[in-house]
């Protein structure tokens, strides 16, 4: 089951389960849309390489159960940060 991770890796920017501007790759590293367009060159992962696809959205109901994850990601990727 995914984690469904809180934030951009890259900006910190708030993600909720169902943000329709989430971003991630086969190994769950997590971006939102703004950051994958215009800091991460080539639309491509950072940490592996691989596509960045629109995150599915857990439906409603079943987030009470099998709720996201609240472990906040953030690495220190080139053009991201405060400063990019």
Same mark, same amino acid.
């Given at each position: 089951?995914?984690?469904?991770?809180?934030?951009?890796?890259?900006?910190?920017?708030? !993600?909720?389960?169902?943000?329709?501007? %989430? !971003?991630m790759?086969?190994?769950?590293?997590?971006?939102?849309?703004?950051?994958?367009?215009?800091?991460l060159?080539?639309?491509?992962?950072?940490?592996?390489?691989?596509?960045?696809v629109?995150?599915?959205?857990? /439906?409603?109901?079943?987030?009470?159960?099998?709720?996201?994850?609240?472990?906040?990601?953030?690495? /220190?990727? %080139?053009?991201?940060?405060?400063?990019?």
């Open positions: 089951m995914l984690s469904l991770r809180p934030n951009c890796e890259c900006c910190d920017k708030d !993600l909720a389960p169902d943000a329709a501007d %989430a !971003l790759c086969s190994f769950e590293c997590t971006f939102c849309a703004d950051c994958v367009a215009h800091r060159p080539g639309h491509v992962c950072p940490n592996c390489g691989g596509d960045l629109r995150r599915p959205v857990r /439906p409603a109901g079943k987030l009470a159960k099998f709720p996201a994850s609240t472990v906040r990601v953030s690495k /220190p990727h %080139a053009g991201c940060g405060k400063g990019a």
